[in-house]
């Protein structure tokens, strides 16, 4: 783990990368790293993360300065300027089940080439997926999600890396953390090493690549 700047960190982000974001609408998402891409505008992002949060927060700053390429999510429903793009045909958007969407995830972070689910056959969501029959029953193959960087946002970090967060600021950020080549974290607090007692560990050190430390 070593700590960079934010600004350094972003900088490392070429345009037209794949990034995950963490976050539920905006709870959880690294607001700091956000605003930094947008800064330093890095254009054509093939972005993965659970929603399109609201203009203005989250990863809806992202959709504001039309720097998003492509959307893989489970919904969009309360970003307009999202919406908006997905219409126009400005970006483009795969909408996944939410469930299938964290399993794909925890594949990729896990080495799996995917996941089976019953979730979608039947339906829209099948088309083009290789459909396999377990014991009677039909289920679509979804394969595995992986990003070149996570973006991820954490309460605790001690000074090596291990990560701890905070109630449901928690949610996708350490499957995330799994599931990328590069894991780029913002922290509320850093502590010293022992602070954290090792059953709060959520994301342990050697996931961590970078630190952000300046406020």
């Given at each position: 783990?070593?700590?960079?700047?934010?600004e350094?960190?972003?900088?490392m982000?070429p345009?037209g990368?794949s990034?995950?974001v963490?976050g539920?609408?905006?709870?959880?998402t690294p607001e700091?790293?956000?605003?930094?891409?947008?800064r330093?505008?890095k254009?054509?992002?093939s972005l993965?993360?659970n929603?399109a949060?609201?203009p203005g927060?989250?990863v809806?700053?992202?959709?504001?300065?039309?720097l998003?390429?492509?959307?893989?999510a489970?919904?969009?429903?309360?970003?307009?300027?999202?919406?908006?793009q997905?219409?126009?045909?400005?970006i483009?958007?795969d909408l996944v089940?939410?469930?299938?969407?964290v399993?794909?995830i925890?594949?990729g972070?896990?080495?799996?080439?995917?996941?089976?689910?019953?979730?979608?056959?039947?339906t829209l969501?099948a088309?083009?997926?290789?459909?396999i029959?377990?014991?009677?029953q039909s289920?679509?193959?979804?394969?595995a999600?992986?990003?070149?960087?996570?973006?991820?946002?954490a309460?605790l970090a001690?000074?090596?890396?291990n990560?701890?967060y905070?109630?449901?600021?928690?949610?996708?950020?350490?499957i995330m953390a799994m599931?990328?080549?590069?894991v780029?974290?913002?922290v509320e607090?850093?502590v010293?090493?022992g602070v954290i007692a090792?059953d709060?560990v959520?994301?342990p050190a050697?996931?961590?690549?970078?630190?952000?430390?300046n406020?």
């Open positions: 783990m070593k700590a960079v700047s934010v350094e960190a972003v900088a982000i345009a990368a990034v995950m963490g539920f609408m905006g709870v959880g700091r790293l956000l605003d930094e891409l947008v330093q505008n254009s054509g992002l993965i993360c929603d949060a609201v927060r989250g809806g700053k992202l959709f504001d300065a039309a998003v390429a492509k959307l893989t489970t919904h969009i429903g309360l970003n307009p300027k999202a919406q908006q997905m219409l126009g045909n400005q483009a958007v089940p939410q469930g299938t969407f399993e794909r925890r594949a972070g896990c080495g799996l080439g995917g996941v089976l689910t019953p979730t979608g056959v039947g969501v088309e083009g997926k290789r459909q029959e377990v014991d009677g289920f679509l193959l979804e394969t999600l992986r990003a070149q960087y996570a973006l991820v946002h309460f001690d000074y090596l890396g990560l701890a905070a109630l449901t600021a928690r949610n996708f950020n350490p599931a990328a080549d590069t780029i974290v913002t607090n850093i010293p090493v090792p709060h959520m994301t050697p996931l961590v690549d970078y630190l952000i430390t406020g």
